[in-house]
Nanobody
Framework: QVQLAESGGGFVQAGGSLRLSCAASGRSFSSQAMGWFRQAPGKEREFVASINWGGATTVYSDSVKGRFTISRDNAKNTVYLQMNSLKPEDTAVYYC?????????????????WGQGTQVTVSS
């Protein structure tokens, strides 16, 4: 099972940008779809973005479409989330997850491995 570690979170003003990284260990990374999810205080964990095994197909939630970009570098076993035009409502703990399959998906139940999360705080 792949192990995941997120980094890149922090504090930013509204309209700013952050780039999250998720480093994966294990030989299965390049054959798995990956996803980013987030959880705000008092709310359920929600889907943000997903990318297929090769990086050609991406899926986004409506709330981040056009502002966030998910990408991956299989040579580096890393998946990224570039976040632009950040809003206060983007404040959450962001989690990286590996799917039990090769295709991108927004279904949280299909993701088996999770990182510890990284905090993103956007001030107004």
């Amino acid at each position: 099972q792949v192990q995941l570690a997120e980094s890149g979170g922090g504090f930013v003003q509204a309209g700013g940008s952050l780039r999250l990284s998720c480093a994966a260990s294990g030989r299965s990374f390049s054959s798995q779809a990956m996803g980013w999810f987030r959880q705000a205080p008092g709310k359920e964990r929600e889907f943000v973005a997903s990318i297929n095994w090769g990086g050609a197909t991406t899926v986004y939630s409506d709330s981040v479409k056009g502002r966030f970009t998910i990408s991956r570098d299989n040579a580096k076993n890393t998946v990224y989330l570039q976040m632009n035009s950040l809003k206060p409502e983007d404040t959450a703990v962001y989690y990286c997850a590996a799917r039990m399959g090769m295709m991108a998906s927004s279904n949280i139940r299909e993701f088996a491995s999770w990182g510890q999360g990284t905090q993103v705080t956007v001030s107004s």
